[in-house]
């Protein structure tokens, strides 16, 4: 089994290595996860610049990155709303957009992939940009699943490629999991945590293993939950309420399921048990199948598990 292979251990704390300074960001990607990076890279004074492949997606971009600052000044700025109108105007002038990703990566210190979970996709863009991008530019992927090695391997840049990978809602979620393959440069990573740390994330050094930390433990929980609706053993109501109030978590399974986007949870076991066949926690469910192919992905398309308005 390939699945666990070698890997180098990094620090969190290397200071010896030099690490460069990253101002401009490019984010190729521009849904709930491109969206929520480039917000709080903007919100951190980084001049970001959003691609997606239409306008139309990238004005709905715009609308959700708008939608969410609203709802930070609503606390931040709660006794001045002018103050608070003021600084997402200040916030959106970081950022712009673009259909063209040859053309946005031209000047960009950072190319931040957010598309669909597909190995091949994600290669061909990072190939593509790689012969566009200034030599010092550093790619990183934010995959759930895939190995960054495997996405690295289409360009020429192995040692200024590492994975960076956020959790849904960005603006919320504290955690930035920095991966380094084999041939991620130091430099590379230190550049990598100190741009996390500089949106205000906490970063983790993790391995180039599929699922990281957080989606190795996280998917095959919520796989279970699936399987044990599919069983009959209990609804998805009473699992969800049971998992909040039974072990804290702040929503249930077939909630976070819903807000991750079923597309995305099946497009991740399926590379997965691609890889492992035989491993019962990666085993598909014909229920999650079933509502992919309804093109039902949850919250984003306004139905998945649960209905949404
Ligand atoms: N932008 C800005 N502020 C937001 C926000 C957003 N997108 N979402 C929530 N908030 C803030 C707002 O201040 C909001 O108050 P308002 O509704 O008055 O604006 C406040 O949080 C509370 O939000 P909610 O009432 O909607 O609900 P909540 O208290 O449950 O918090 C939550 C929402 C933070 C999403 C919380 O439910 C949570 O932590 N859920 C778990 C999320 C999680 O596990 N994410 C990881 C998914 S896995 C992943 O991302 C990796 C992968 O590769 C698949
Ligand atoms: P999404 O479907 O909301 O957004 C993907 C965006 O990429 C879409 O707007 C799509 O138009 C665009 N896109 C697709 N191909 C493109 C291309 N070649 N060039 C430019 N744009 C392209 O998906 P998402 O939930 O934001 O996930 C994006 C990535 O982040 C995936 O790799 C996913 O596994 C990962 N991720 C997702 C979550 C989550 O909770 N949803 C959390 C962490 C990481």
Redesign the pocket.
Known sequence: MAFFTHHITRSLSSSVVRNAVIKNVTI???????AGIAQVAAVSGHLVTI???SDS?LIK?IKGIEGSLKRVVKKKFADKPEAGQEFIQNVMKNVSTSTD?AAAVKKTDLVLE????NLK?KQD?FSGLDKVAPEHTIFA?????LPIGDIASSTNRLDRFGGL????PVPMMKLVEVIGTSATGQETFNSLLSFSKALGKTPVSCKDTPGFIVNRLLVPYMMEAIRLHERGHGSKEDIDIAMKLGAGYPMGPFELLD???L??AK??LDGWSAMDPGNPLFAQSEMLNKLVAEGKYGK?TGEGFYKYN
Do not use: P
Not at 28 to 34: E, K, N, R, T
Not at 114 to 117: L, R
Not at 141 to 145: D, E, P, R, V
């Open positions: 190729i990607g521009g849904g709930q996860m491109g691609v997606d492949t997606v971009s990703a957010a598309i669909v979970e996709i863009l992927s934010n995959t759930s699943s990978h956020f959790f849904n807000y991750v986007g597309d995305t497009f991740i984003k």
